[in-house]
């Protein structure tokens, strides 16, 4: 059973930075994707940014490209999104997912996903 538990959201000021993790067990890196998507009030699921854990190629939104990084560490199982220079629009519940596609933009084909943690970003 695939399983994915985030840790690391909270409250920060604007421009901060902020480190969500993911604890990913139930499933191979190799032949995933993992990665983050996110939903703010009153809008959709939305995809942030997505690693393929077979050869490291990452996705990135254009909104965080240049503020957030992922990374993973495949011994460990974890994959993390660092976030800096934090706007109000980053403000949402950021979801774990994984997926054997490699789609880090549709979040109906989505197969895993984790409960989410708040990220709230105050002005």
């Known amino acids: 059973e695939v399983q994915l538990v985030e840790s690391g959201g909270g409250l920060v000021p604007v421009g901060g930075s902020l480190t969500l993790s993911c604890a990913a067990s139930g499933f191979t890196f190799v032949d995933h994707i993992i990665g983050w998507f996110r939903q703010a009030p009153g809008k959709e699921r939305e995809g942030v940014a997505c690693?393929?854990?077979?050869?490291?190629?990452?996705y990135y939104a254009d909104s965080v490209k240049g503020r957030f990084t992922i990374s993973m560490n495949d011994a460990e199982r974890t994959v993390s999104l660092q976030m800096n220079s934090l706007k109000p629009d980053d403000t949402a519940i950021y979801y774990c997912?994984?997926?054997?596609?490699?789609?880090?933009?549709?979040?109906?084909?989505?197969?895993?996903w984790g409960q989410g943690t708040q990220v709230t970003v105050s002005s």
């Open positions: 997912i994984s997926d054997r596609e490699r789609n880090c933009r549709n979040p109906e084909t989505i197969t895993s």
């Open positions: 690693i393929s854990g077979g050869d490291g190629v990452t």
